[in-house]
């Protein structure tokens, strides 16, 4: 399912950390009209969640740590499999919608003004070309030493980190997928740093090919790929 948010802005120059300000709006979202899901996803434990989301900005100038935009419009483009929480999900951003509320964020406040949800048609593919919409992140975390390493598409770490990622969605979600035959490769990408949690790490764009069987490919095309995916990583469409 395809979630579309239209936002309008209070002025045109938004942070550059801009994903925690959508993850913030979600997170109220919930907590006003179903804390019961709020609860599930936000409280005790890290329950990890089966969205991913982008952002489209006109026209962006990066400077500093601001970004100014060529106008008051933003779009938020969430994906997530159906479900019945992908439900309540957008019944929570509906009732921000009719309540016409304000979310402040720094220096700045953001409007839903209009919101559009489609299903997404799922397809027979074993071999997809995808560009992300987001950065890709491809993290492996040392659990002994309890810290991150980022990789980018043109490092040798980079496929085997994207493995264990969707590898440990798979089974925190308790899905039944496999990656027996499951390949990404890099066609034509960029470096791009974005901040995550507070630092500043490296991500990748691009055009990507990923192979194989068409369940797994369905449910990373609605839910995302690699990491950080519900803080506004990890979308991508496809290109055929």
Request: glycine share 4%.
């Amino acid at each position: 399912m395809k979630i579309n948010l239209y936002f309008s802005l209070k002025n045109n120059v938004i942070s550059i950390d801009y994903s925690k300000f959508i993850v913030s709006y979600i997170k109220q979202s919930l907590f006003l009209y179903d804390k019961e899901l709020y609860k599930k996803w936000y409280e005790g434990k890290n329950e990890i969640k089966s969205f991913t989301f982008s952002v489209y900005f006109n026209n962006p100038l990066f400077k500093d740590e601001k970004i100014i935009l060529g106008n008051k419009d933003m779009i938020v483009y969430f994906k997530m499999p159906i479900s019945e929480d992908t439900i309540r999900l957008y019944n929570a951003f509906l009732a921000r919608f009719k309540n016409k509320e304000e979310f402040k964020i720094t220096d700045n406040s953001m409007l839903l003004t209009h919101l559009y949800s489609e299903v997404l048609k799922e397809f027979e593919d074993n071999q997809l070309i995808i560009k992300m919409n987001s950065p890709l992140i491809a993290r492996n975390h040392d659990r002994q030493t309890n810290k991150n390493k980022y990789y980018l598409a043109t490092d040798p770490e980079f496929k085997e980190t994207i493995k264990m990622n969707i590898s440990n969605v798979i089974e925190r979600l308790n899905l039944n997928l496999s990656l027996e035959d499951f390949e990404i490769n890099p066609l034509k990408t960029t470096k791009t740093v974005v901040r995550l949690y507070g630092s500043m790490i490296q991500g990748s764009l691009g055009i990507f090919e990923l192979k194989g069987n068409k369940e797994l490919l369905n449910f990373l095309y609605q839910a995302g790929i690699g990491s950080a995916r519900s803080s506004g990583y990890g979308n991508f469409s496809i290109i055929k």
